[in-house]
C-alpha cells in the first residue's frame, strides 16, 4: 500500500502535508476492528451508514479484521465521500492523488480536497495549498497555495504553519526569509504539529544559542519525538549527547538513537559506532562500535561503506578474523529485521489520536511513494 510522498527537500511541503493527513483520516474503530466486528459493520455499510462506510474503509486499508484490500477500503471511502462526509472525501482524495485501490488522477483528488474544505475540514484546505504550490491537479500557483496555508493555519491546522515555514525557509514561490519561515514555524507548533516543532527545534539549535533557548529546542524536539517523527529521535539524540545536561534520565540520548537506528536512519548508526568507539558517555566497546558501523554501511548503501571503510578496517584489525565475522552477520541479522527506513513509528497512545497504523516509510528517490505500515513487518 503506498501514497504520495515526495522525497526532494524543497518538497516536503507535500510529503508532509499529505502523509500525516492520510494518517489522520484511518482514525476510526473498525481500523482496530476485531473480525467479529466486521459482519455488523458490513451489513450496517451496505445499509448506507456513512460512519460504517468510513470504518469498513479504514478496516481494509489497514488489514485489521479482513484482508487487506486497496480496492475495498477506495470503494468503501468513496461511498462515505459521496455521501457527504469531509473526513471521507479527504481520504478518497488522497486515494486519488496516490492510486491506492484507484487509478492516478490528480484532478479528481483535488475535487475532493475542495469538496472536504467546502465541508470544513481545514487539513483539507492545507492539501490544496499544496497541490497549488506543486501545480497538482490544478495550474500552479504558490500565491494561492500560501492564502490557504494561512486560512488552515486560521482554522487550528498546525500544518498549514510549517508548509508557511517551508515556503518561506526554502524559497519555495515566494522570497526566501528565514526570519518569516520562523514565524510560521512558531505558529504550527503552537498547535502541536510534529514538523514544525522539529523545524523550529533544529533551527534554535543551528543557530548555537544560550543553554535557555536550547532547552526550549530540547522541548520541541521531545514533542516531535513523541508523535513518531524519527528525524526528531536523531536530531534530539545528538542535542543530549552535546549537552547532558539537557536529559531527562542518563540513558535519553541512547535510546532515542537507538530507536532511530532501529527506523532504518544509517547516519545515527554512524554515531552510535562513534560513541562506542571513542567512549563518549559509555565504556569504549570496539566490538560495538564494529557493529554500529557495519550496521550504517548496510544501511546506508555505497555513501556509508565508503564513509566508514577506514574505521571498519581498523577495528576489524583489532577484533580479529573470527570476532569481526561474528559481528558482520549479527549486523546482518539485524539489518534484516530492521530492512526499511521509517519516517514516522507511531506507538499504541497515538491510535486515539487516530493513528491506527505502525508507520509510515520514507519516500522511495525514484517513484517518491512511502507506505503506510499496518503492522511492524519485522
Not at 445499509?47 to 484482508?67: D, H, K, M, N, P
Amino acid at each position: 500500500m503506498g501514497y504520495l510522498v515526495r522525497s526532494h527537500v524543497r518538497r516536503v511541503l507535500s510529503s508532509v502535508t499529505l502523509g500525516i493527513g492520510l494518517l489522520l483520516l484511518t482514525n476510526s474503530g473498525a481500523a482496530r476492528a476485531a473480525a467479529g466486528d466486521i459482519p455488523e459493520i458490513q451489513t450496517r455499510a451496505q445499509r448506507g451508514s456513512i460512519q460504517q462506510q468510513i470504518e469498513l474503509g479504514a478496516a481494509y486499508f489497514t488489514g485489521r479484521g479482513v484482508e487487506q484490500n486497496d480496492r475495498l477500503a477506495a470503494y468503501w471511502y468513496e461511498k462515505a465521500a459521496n455521501a457527504g462526509d469531509p473526513y471521507a472525501q479527504k481520504q478518497i482524495g488522497f486515494f486519488y492523488e496516490a492510486g491506492i485501490g484507484v487509478p492516478r488522477d490528480p484532478v479528481r483528488a483535488v475535487t475532493w480536497f475542495q469538496r472536504a474544505a467546502a465541508g470544513g475540514l481545514a487539513s483539507a484546505k492545507t492539501d490544496l495549498g499544496v497541490a497549488y504550490v506543486w501545480g497538482i491537479g490544478v495550474p500552479k500557483d504558490p500565491e494561492m497555495g500560501a492564502q490557504l496555508f494561512r486560512e488552515a493555519l486560521a482554522k487550528g491546522d498546525g500544518s498549514g504553519g510549517f508548509s508557511l515555514g517551508e515556503m518561506y525557509y526554502f524559497g519555495v514561490g515566494v522570497e526566501k526569509n528565514p526570519a518569516t519561515a520562523q514565524h510560521w514555524y512558531e505558529l504550527g507548533a503552537r498547535l502541536h504539529d510534529p514538523l514544525a516543532e522539529f523545524r523550529l527545534g533544529s533551527i534554535i539549535v543551528q543557530d548555537h544559542p544560550e543553554p535557555r533557548k536550547l532547552k526550549r529546542a530540547a522541548e520541541l524536539l521531545r514533542q516531535s519525538a513523541a508523535a513518531g517523527y524519527v528525524p526528531a529521535k536523531h536530531r534530539l539524540g545528538v542535542l543530549l549527547v552535546d549537552h547532558p545536561e539537557l536529559s531527562r534520565s542518563p540513558d535519553e540520548a541512547l535510546v532515542l538513537l537507538e530507536d532511530a537506528a532501529s527506523a532504518g536512519t544509517w547516519q545515527t548508526s554512524v554515531l552510535l559506532g562513534i560513541l562506542a568507539r571513542d567512549g563518549t558517555g559509555m565504556p569504549a566497546d570496539p566490538a560495538a562500535a564494529y557493529f554500529h558501523f557495519r550496521v550504517a554501511a548496510l544501511q546506508g548503501g555505497e555513501k556509508a561503506a565508503g564513509l566508514l571503510a577506514h574505521d571498519l578496517q581498523a577495528l576489524g584489525a583489532r577484533l580479529g578474523p573470527e570476532r569481526t565475522a561474528a559481528q558482520d552477520a549479527e549486523a546482518g541479522a539485524w539489518v534484516q529485521k530492521h530492512p526499511i527506513r521509517l519516517a514516522f513509528v507511531y506507538r499504541k497512545e497515538n491510535e486515539r489520536q487516530g493513528f491506527p497504523v505502525f508507520a509510515l516509510t520514507e519516500p522511495d528517490a525514484d517513484t517518491h511513494i512511502g507506505r503506510l505500515l499496518a503492522t511492524p513487518s519485522f
